[in-house]
């Protein structure tokens, strides 16, 4: 049969048979609620008041209304810090974990990479329960401090954010150890030494020979770190339910708040379809640093 | 500083770093098995099955557990079926839009679709599938596929076509090419696509907290919720049992999933020689 455009057409078509399930749940489950974010996004869309009734197009209007509230700017804010501060956190925490490990006595080892791993493998709802328990004023972070003479702290009234994020980073930085810790098996231990050699001290070796060769890897893990935390709701919600006040409310229960709380959920999707973008734009740069060729 | 001195640092440093992150676990252990726990940590004076019995007597909990078992097993058997089936044509055939449509995917596996939850509660409501579960399977199943074909294109590569011309040379059915050799070579795959996906909507507490409703179709992750998200009267002693029996098959499927990968895949080596 001479391989005219239309039966490569008939063939790909017969072929591509077998993706028709997956297609049809991406396409109402998943693709349908993203074109759905971007159109209620422009709407009125109420569950209760006047707008229930009459459900039209408004424009920018749930844009501007949001950006007028200092509430948006708030969970902007309080977004930012729970960012920033994660993945800092993580990213240093997990790195140096992964390169202090290297080389050490293997039993250490597999009893050290366990205790950093349990956080991580645990649900998100349970590790806001630990850490709930844990920063409690009658829990165990101030009953270790009073072994100091230092007076309990309300860790969740007084210090809310720094909190969900001491949680939120027992709970992540397994990821970015693991991450690093393949990374760094990678790194030949003949250039290394080569530089110790060469009378390099240690922390040039570290900074001028390690960090420029897994510098691939430290982006794509910031990436998919960040990617992971701005999608942080249960943690913060469990813990301190995006209080007390606006202290800890960052971009998604701000959405839960607006959307699905006071059911304004026009609102609510403008501040999804926020979210989205960021998302969409960090999805890319992650996918423009992973450069898949296998595809 | 001498290099011994180094070490000994590193290793002071590490064992700080173990002990911190272990502490709030240590303190769920313990809480789970002390009759008389609170929220510090603290060895039990009497180490008792009490809190665990006293969980799993309510039927509500019992009824949590079998929910989100139900919830988990059916969206990941759907899940490993269609991402199964689509990994065949995306391996195996040269297809134009084959590029495209794996940017997408895993353009997809990126995103936070916590983002569209609130058009898909609206796009629920209209169409009745808010407070069903299989509303909660069917989302929960598509959030989860983009990874799940993303791995399963990767293993279905993994398994090498020679094996399969071989079998379709002796005269093999395509029904039985797919039972005899394909199935128990991608059988490592599936497992590991199932327990990834499992693992991540047993641990889901976002998505059936806002589209389920009705108390008895709550999943165990809600009904944790519950106990103490509102942030009452906290019994910790049972709360920690809860949550122990609730995160084990979480970390068990983690090991199981290690034992799959680590075993690696020496499949290539059948079609030497």
Not at chain 1, 252 to 257: A, H, L, V
Not at chain 2, 72 to 85: F, K, N, P, R
Not at chain 2, 204 to 222: E, H, M, R, T, W
Request: proline share 5%; charged share 10%; net charge positive.
């Amino acid at each position: 049969m001479p391989h005219t455009k239309s039966s490569r057409f008939a063939r790909e078509l017969r072929q591509s048979v077998l993706l028709t399930p997956s297609l049809l749940l991406l396409v109402v489950f998943f693709i349908v609620p993203i074109i759905l974010t971007v159109y209620y996004s422009f709407t009125n869309l109420a569950l209760t008041g006047a707008n229930a009734k009459n459900f039209h197009f408004v424009g920018l209007y749930n844009y501007q209304t949001i950006f007028s509230d200092p509430k948006m700017w708030q969970s902007i804010k309080a977004t930012l810090i729970f960012l920033f501060g994660s993945l800092a956190g993580q990213s240093i925490l997990g790195f140096f974990i992964a390169y202090f490990m290297k080389k050490k006595n293997r039993v250490f080892r597999s009893v050290v990479g366990p205790c950093i791993l349990a956080g991580w493998v645990m649900p998100e709802i349970v590790v806001a329960l630990c850490c709930f328990a844990f920063y409690d004023t009658m829990g165990t972070a101030n009953a270790f401090l009073s072994l100091f003479h230092i007076a309990p702290i309300p860790w969740l009234y007084k210090h809310p954010m720094l909190t969900v994020v001491l949680a939120n980073i027992w709970h992540g930085t397994a990821f970015s150890m693991l991450t690093y810790q393949s990374a760094l098996d990678n790194v030949s231990e003949d250039i290394e030494e080569a530089a110790l050699v060469d009378g390099a001290s240690r922390r040039q070796t570290l900074v001028k020979i390690i960090l420029p060769c897994i510098k691939e890897t430290i982006a794509t893990n910031t990436m998919l770190n960040t990617l992971q935390t701005l999608g942080v709701f249960s943690l913060i919600w469990a813990m301190t339910g995006g209080g007390p006040g606006t202290a800890t409310m960052t971009m998604p229960i701000y959405m839960y708040n607006q959307g699905l709380k006071n059911y304004q959920l026009g609102q609510g999707t403008a501040i999804g379809m926020i979210l989205l973008l960021i998302g969409a734009l960090c999805s890319i740069i992650y996918m423009y640093l992973l450069k898949p060729e296998k595809a | 500083m001498k290099a011994k001195t180094v070490t000994t640092l590193q290793y002071v440093t590490l064992t700080a770093i173990a002990i911190a992150f272990v502490l709030p676990l240590l303190w769920l252990l313990f809480a789970a098995c002390d009759g008389n726990a609170n929220q510090a940590l603290k060895i039990p004076h009497i180490w008792t099955v009490k809190n665990f019995k006293s969980v799993f007597s309510s039927a509500r909990n019992v009824r949590g557990f079998g929910v989100g078992l139900v919830i988990s097993v059916t969206q990941s058997a759907i899940v490993v079926l269609c991402s199964g089936l689509a990994a065949y044509p995306l391996s195996r055939y040269d297809l134009r839009f084959k590029k495209a449509f794996m940017f997408s995917i895993l353009f997809m596996t990126a995103l936070p679709m916590i983002a569209v939850i609130v058009p898909v509660y609206k796009m629920y409501l209209t169409i009745h599938l808010l407070d069903s579960i299989w509303g909660l399977v069917l989302y929960l199943a598509a959030t989860a596929l983009p990874y799940a074909i993303w791995l399963m294109k990767n293993f279905m590569d993994g398994v090498p076509i020679e094996l399969e011309e071989a079998a379709r040379i002796e005269g093999a059915s395509t029904l039985q090419i797919i039972e005899k050799v394909i199935f128990p070579l991608m059988l490592p795959g599936i497992c590991v696509t199932f327990i990834f996906t499992f693992s991540g909507s047993w641990g889901n507490f976002f998505v059936p907290y806002i589209l389920l409703s009705s108390q008895k179709k709550l999943p165990a992750s809600v009904l944790l919720y519950q106990y103490f998200g509102q942030h009452g009267e906290i019994a910790y002693g049972p709360l920690a049992a809860f949550s122990l029996a609730y995160a084990l098959p979480s970390v068990l499927f983690y090991i199981l999933s290690q034992k799959f990968m680590s075993k690696g895949f020496t499949l290539s080596g059948a079609s030497k020689g």
